[in-house]
């Protein structure tokens, strides 16, 4: 079964960090390597899914410089359709910094670059390819127009749209009750249920409240422990293979897209789940961005434990 998938996102240039070690001066820190190689959740989540074997359409901007080319022909390698993937001319390429210890992120330095450019305008010209998608994958680092404008014309589509909340503040209630499903992770889940604190209870209440706020199907990813699924009144855990982290860059972008994958070919969003934590898992197990093919999900999969772990929700009280 052919599957397209079309996303609207940022493309950067990523520098990855290892072995950071602060130095004696506080205007100082020093890394034992570095990696260079493109990225951006956009162009992360169209290669993913890619990879994966779906048919890919990417929109989005990159500056006339040397990262903008190398970032149209990282995804373009792939088999990603970037005929909308635009330059911006006298713009820079978005750029991050991240620096990792044990495989996870400590910080990241974000400078948008081209990205801030994209408009509407450069969406409405690639509607007509992604009317004909099977899933859109959006971002909500893409300006705030251009969120706004996609969430209201996916709501008249026959089209799934998919919700990367980064940054949350940028989150919508529009987009929030449009999209089929969002898949935030603790952080950005208790902060768009407005919530601040990060106890061992906040995944369950922060998903319940997302419910209760109109959300149709909420993936809370709480990384090594799988992710927490929410439907109505449906709650549980999911699980994820165990791995030893090497590089976490790109998890959630290789989640949503195999989520994206899994769910296009008509697969339930519980199957969907598992399959996405699988393929998340073997990708931070690599340094880089790690895009895992098909066949090593499948294969993966298998060792999974099958057992999800369901939730209680206790449903609250109507107001009188």
């Known amino acids: 079964m052919s599957v397209r998938i079309g996303v609207v996102g940022g493309l950067n240039m990523d520098i ?4 950071v070690r602060e130095s004696g001066s506080q205007a100082a820190v020093q890394a034992g390597r570095y ?30 410089d040397e990262f903008g080319s190398d970032c149209r022909e990282s995804v373009v390698a792939d088999g990603v359709d970037a005929e909308h993937v635009l330059t911006t001319k006298g713009a820079r390429t978005g750029f991050v910094a991240i620096r990792l210890t044990d495989g996870h992120h400590q910080s990241l330095i974000y400078v948008p670059g081209a990205n801030e450019y994209l408009t509407w305008s450069d969406v409405q010209a690639a509607l007509p390819a992604l009317a004909s998608c099977d899933v859109i994958l959006v971002q909500a680092e893409v300006p705030t127009d251009v969120l706004a404008r996609l969430t209201t014309w996916a709501a008249g589509q026959n089209v799934q749209l998919f919700l990367d909340p980064a940054p949350p503040e940028n989150v919508t209630r529009a987009a929030l009750l449009t999209a089929e499903a969002i898949t935030p992770d603790l952080q950005e889940g208790t902060s768009l249920a407005g919530r601040t604190s990060t106890s061992l209870l906040s995944p369950v209440l922060a998903v319940r409240d997302l419910l209760d706020a109109g959300a149709k199907n909420v993936f ?11 439907h109505k009144d449906e709650l549980m855990r999911i699980p994820t293979l165990s791995v030893k982290p090497t590089d976490e860059t790109g998890a959630g ?3 949503i897209a195999a989520l994206a994958m899994y769910r296009a ?21 690599r340094p880089g961005l790690a895009l895992p093919q098909m066949d090593e999900v499948v294969e993966a999969a298998a060792d999974l434990a099958p057992e999800d772990e369901p939730i209680e929700v206790r449903k609250r009280p109507s107001t009188p």
Do not use: C, I, M, Y
């Open 35 to 64: 990696l260079a190689q493109p990225g951006g959740k956009g162009a992360n989540q169209a290669r993913a899914a890619a990879v994966l074997g779906a048919e890919v359409l990417l929109v989005g901007r990159v500056g006339d």
């Open 253 to 255: 972008d290789v989640f």
């Open 16 to 19: 990855h960090l290892f072995d």
């Open 220 to 230: 809370l990813k709480l990384g090594h422990a799988g992710v927490l699924f929410g």
């Open 265 to 285: 070919t008509g697969g339930g969003w519980r199957e969907a789940a598992r399959f996405a934590n699988v393929a998340s898992a073997l990708s931070v197990s």
